[in-house]
């Protein structure tokens, strides 16, 4: 069974630039969540994807936007880049249901120039 | 507005020894706390959880406690192995059944031997 992986793992940007990132589910899983963790901070929700619709969302700009794949991958975007933008953005993903089950990626780590 | 709170950014515990880890929360609707597990380079593993409706849950070594009244839980670790070394994260949910999880700062523990 694998896991939840995410690409890539570091990234270099300039503020005012767009950024995408990916998550590729783990195996029968077709929820996933984003989070973002700043230096020192817990990691906060960005929102969620049920096959395929936003299924909530957590207290971001509209800049931060995303798409699941028909098989269940993700993609987390965000435009117009910020220094504060700067973070491990983290993807799980679960079964629908069940705030236990989600299984998290190894994150990306976005650095904002 | 931080919901859950982890009021010790670390905790150094002698090997064989008691870790205890705390948490406070603030949201009298949470009813579902989590406790997950984060070594560098990796995500956030889950650990153990609890139901608003019991005051303890008990896993091989993990025991969490949870006290409603006083919006408050922890973490026990015994004993304390230096594989166990890394940052704890509590997390909170109004619903068993959302994946948005609020998470607190984090707790960096250090067992040495």
């Known amino acids: 069974e694998t896991g939840v992986t995410q690409s890539p793992t570091h990234l270099i940007k300039t503020r005012g630039q767009q950024v995408t990132l990916r998550c590729s589910s783990q195996s029968g899983h077709n929820t996933v969540s984003w989070y973002q963790q700043a230096l020192g901070q817990g990691p906060q929700f960005i929102f969620q994807y049920y096959r395929e619709e936003e299924n909530g969302r957590g207290n971001f700009p509209p800049r931060f936007s995303g798409l699941q794949f028909p098989n269940y991958s993700s993609e987390l975007n965000v435009n117009a880049l910020e220094l504060d933008d700067s973070a491990l953005y983290l993807c799980?993903?679960?079964?629908?249901?069940?705030?236990?089950?989600?299984?998290f990626g190894p994150g990306t780590r976005l650095t904002v120039t | 507005d931080q919901q859950v709170k982890q009021n010790s950014p670390s905790l150094s515990v002698q090997e064989g020894r008691i870790s205890i880890l705390n948490c406070d929360y603030t949201n009298s609707m949470f009813d579902y706390f989590l406790w997950y597990k984060k070594y560098p380079a990796e995500g956030p593993t889950f650990l153990i959880s609890i139901s608003s409706i019991k005051d303890k849950n008990e896993d091989g070594r993990f025991t969490v406690f949870l006290n409603k009244s006083a919006k408050h839980l922890s973490l026990h670790i015994v004993p304390s192995q230096p594989g166990d070394s890394a940052v704890y994260f509590c997390a909170a949910s109004e619903s068993y059944n959302t994946d948005k999880l609020i998470f607190g700062t984090g707790t960096r523990l250090q067992v040495f031997p």
């Open positions: 799980a993903s679960s079964r629908s249901g069940g705030a236990y089950e989600q299984y």
